[in-house]
Antibody, heavy 121, light 106 residues
């Protein structure tokens, strides 16, 4: 059974940093690109970042480029998101999601339960 | 950036109704479009990918069509479990979601 479990969310002041983690199990982790997708309270979904299965490619939404860094540790079957220079508009539930197929940009067939990041003074 | 626009934003319907949701892309995305269902407090659930391919385990009352810039999600006979919010997603160039369509009870 595929499982994705996020952690690391919390309350942080504007300008602060946070590192999110996603522990994956139930599939061959290094075969698939992995994504972060966020959802502000009461709002829609926003794709944030992707790392390819072999970790050679990373992609970011313009809204987080230069501030967020995605990475993966295949030995730990884990995905990470380092978030720096946080802004109030980064407040959201952050989901870790698996690519449906072996390409980079694919739909997401499995999602975690999300971890809440609140940026507030 | 590719923008995705869904319509309507809210849809009121009854059990048994045929429901159609539209998603328009700001430029051609071929058939690189997915549809998701999301219920309150839950993660999204993939329904359809490549515009018209039903994800495994998804009921056949859900169907998708379209290519290029215009796409539709159809629920042939709305069931009580289908009242939820639906999102489209393009994955032709990076990834962008539509703003969502809430299907509520009439």
């Amino acid at each position: 059974e595929v499982q994705l479990v996020e952690s690391g969310g919390g309350v942080v002041q504007p300008g602060g940093s946070l590192r999110l983690s996603c522990a994956a199990s139930g599939f061959t982790f290094d075969d698939y690109a992995m994504h972060w997708v966020r959802q502000a309270p009461g709002k829609g979904l926003e794709w944030v970042s992707l790392v390819s299965g072999d970790a050679t490619n990373t992609f970011y939404a313009d809204s987080v480029k230069g501030r967020f860094t995605i990475s993966r540790d295949d030995s730990k079957t884990s995905l990470y998101l380092q978030m720096n220079s946080l802004r109030t508009e980064d407040t959201a539930l952050y989901y870790c999601a698996k690519s449906h197929d072996y390409g980079d940009f694919e739909p997401n067939d499995y999602w975690g339960q999300g971890t809440l990041v609140t940026v507030s003074s | 950036d590719i923008q995705m626009t869904q319509s309507p934003s809210t849809l009121s319907a009854s059990v048994g109704d045929r429901v159609t949701i539209t998603c328009r892309a700001s430029q051609s995305i071929s058939s690189w479009l997915a549809w998701y269902q999301q219920k309150p407090g839950k993660a999204p659930n993939l329904l359809i990918y490549k515009a018209s391919t039903l994800e495994s385990g998804v009921p056949s009352r859900f169907s998708g069509s379209g290519s290029g810039t215009e796409f539709t999600l159809t629920i042939s006979s709305l069931q009580p479990d289908d009242f939820a919010t639906y999102f489209c997603q393009q994955y032709n160039t990076f990834s962008t979601f539509g703003q969502g369509t809430k299907v509520e009870i009439k």
